[in-house]
Nanobody, 124 residues
Framework: HVYLVESGGGLVQAGGSLRLSCATSGRAFSLYAMGWFRQAPGKEREFVAAVSRSGMFTNYADSAKGRFAISRDNAKSTLYLQMNNVKPEDTAVYYC?????????????????WGQGTQVTVSS
């Protein structure tokens, strides 16, 4: 089992930047592909970005391409999401998730473990 705790959310103005972190504990972090998802009020939880176990492979939703960057530090057992040029439509609760397969998925069903989420609010 792996335990996930997100941090770094908050209120930011449109065009600004924010970095989310996901600290993990329990089973070895390097055994999991990792992903970020988000859920806005009244909407389904949606894929944002994913990274492979080694960090060599990444995948992004179209809404995140060119603005967000996912990364991981296996030595620190921590996942990151750098969010740049944020927009009001990025407002949501952001969740990190762990997938014990080799290639990270892009659906919620692919992930086995979830954090509690961190709120990101972008003002216009």
């Amino acid at each position: 089992h792996v335990y996930l705790v997100e941090s770094g959310g908050g209120l930011v103005q449109a065009g600004g930047s924010l970095r989310l972190s996901c600290a993990t504990s329990g089973r070895a972090f390097s055994l999991y592909a990792m992903g970020w998802f988000r859920q806005a009020p009244g909407k389904e939880r949606e894929f944002v970005a994913a990274v492979s176990r080694s960090g060599m492979f990444t995948n992004y939703a179209d809404s995140a391409k060119g603005r967000f960057a996912i990364s991981r530090d296996n030595a620190k057992s921590t996942l990151y999401l750098q969010m740049n040029n944020v927009k009001p439509e990025d407002t949501a609760v952001y969740y990190c998730a762990a997938d014990d397969r080799l290639v990270p998925g892009i659906t919620t069903e692919a992930y086995d473990y979830w954090g509690q989420g961190t709120q990101v609010t972008v003002s216009s």
